[in-house]
């Protein structure tokens, strides 16, 4: 009996020795990417978790550099659940359909998210990408432009392309910049608190833990710890630089953010004057 025992044991260990070094296994696993094509809209939200109206001159990012930036992440990854393209207002990018077909290449990414704020109908070029399997629109639901959106929704319903309305009540005001001088304790609870850091964040060639981070290298007068992102366009390493990155017991950016449990809930959508809205 102990010897069978012990000869499923090797074999289990032999098992899992020689499924570790498949070469699709050894690749990283993640649940969801976000990915910022523009920093440009057509909306000038209030606590904009993107910061678009504080941009000067906003501006689409390269193509070339999206792609290349997705290229290098997905040649380590072996399984992505979502991946979500959002902006600013994605559909004003003229080459979204170009970074759709791009990721559809890759078979590891399950879904294919394109967030909009659903105030540009798409155009007959865009159609025939945004109809594929995996494609799906992500409507963020605003009351203040009900009217507006309802137009699209009926669009998308008239052309059979695949939606979702996401219709949540709130946002929350993440707060200023300031350094809080948190005790490395405090940061760590953060971390494990923040749903926001569920998700990293893709923009011009660079992988950060959350958009707070991107945010704060955003900053003139901040700059974002290094360690809280990594940059997809150096391969040197580059597997063993995000594995890094996700393991991070902290994130240092959580110093100039207010912790979850005290983020006061905000309007969603609420229009503010802004003179420098974007049409193309």
């Given at each position: 009996?102990?010897?069978?025992?012990?000869?499923?044991?090797?074999?289990?260990?032999?098992?899992?020795?020689?499924?570790?070094?498949?070469?699709?296994?050894?690749?990283?696993?993640?649940?969801?990417i976000e990915i910022s094509i523009t920093e440009k809209c057509t909306l000038n939200c209030q606590f904009c978790s993107a910061e678009v109206p504080n941009y000067q001159n906003p501006k689409h990012y390269d193509t070339n550099?999206?792609?290349?930036?997705?290229?290098?992440?997905?040649?380590?990854?072996?399984?992505?659940?979502?991946?979500?393209?959002?902006?600013?207002?994605?559909?004003?990018?003229?080459?979204?359909?170009?970074?759709?077909?791009?990721?559809?290449?890759?078979?590891?990414?399950?879904?294919?998210?394109?967030?909009?704020?659903?105030?540009?109908?798409?155009?007959?070029?865009?159609?025939?990408?945004?109809?594929?399997?995996?494609?799906?629109?992500?409507?963020?639901?605003?009351?203040?432009?009900?009217?507006?959106?309802?137009?699209?929704?009926?669009?998308?319903?008239?052309?059979?392309?695949?939606?979702?309305?996401?219709?949540?009540?709130?946002?929350?005001?993440?707060?200023?910049?300031?350094?809080?001088?948190?005790?490395?304790?405090?940061?760590?609870?953060?971390?494990?608190?923040?749903?926001?850091?569920?998700?990293?964040?893709?923009?011009?060639?660079?992988?950060?833990?959350?958009?707070?981070?991107?945010?704060?290298?955003?900053?003139?007068?901040?700059?974002?710890?290094?360690?809280?992102?990594?940059?997809?366009?150096?391969?040197?390493?580059?597997?063993?630089?995000?594995?890094?990155?996700?393991?991070?017991?902290?994130?240092?950016?959580?110093?100039?953010?207010?912790?979850?449990?005290?983020?006061?809930?905000?309007?969603?959508?609420?229009?503010?004057?802004?003179?420098?809205?974007?049409?193309?």
């Amino acid at each position: 009996m102990k010897r069978f025992r012990s000869t499923c044991l090797e074999k289990i260990h032999a098992g899992w020795f020689l499924f570790k070094r498949l070469p699709y296994f050894r690749k990283l696993f993640i649940n969801y990417i976000e990915i910022s094509i523009t920093e440009k809209c057509t909306l000038n939200c209030q606590f904009c978790s993107a910061e678009v109206p504080n941009y000067q001159n906003p501006k689409h990012y390269d193509t070339n550099k999206i792609i290349e930036s997705l290229k290098n992440l997905l040649d380590q990854t072996g399984w992505i659940s979502w991946l979500r393209i959002l902006g600013g207002e994605p559909f004003l990018h003229r080459d979204l359909g170009t970074i759709i077909e791009f990721a559809l290449q890759y078979k590891q990414i399950r879904e294919i998210r394109v967030v909009t704020n659903a105030t540009i109908i798409p155009d007959l070029n865009l159609l025939k990408t945004l109809k594929k399997k995996r494609v799906v629109i992500d409507i963020s639901s605003y009351d203040s432009i009900k009217e507006k959106q309802e137009q699209f929704i009926q669009y998308l319903k008239k052309q059979n392309l695949a939606y979702h309305i996401w219709t949540g009540k709130n946002w929350r005001d993440y707060g200023n910049y300031n350094k809080r001088n948190f005790s490395e304790k405090i940061l760590k609870k953060s971390k494990g608190k923040c749903n926001d850091i569920k998700h990293k964040h893709i923009e011009d060639g660079k992988l950060y833990f959350c958009t707070r981070v991107l945010n704060l290298d955003r900053q003139s007068n901040f700059h974002s710890d290094s360690t809280d992102f990594v940059d997809l366009l150096d391969t040197d390493n580059l597997k063993s630089r995000i594995k890094q990155l996700f393991k991070k017991e902290y994130v240092v950016a959580c110093d100039h953010c207010n912790p979850p449990w005290e983020r006061p809930k905000v309007p969603i959508g609420i229009q503010i004057e802004y003179n420098k809205k974007q049409t193309k």
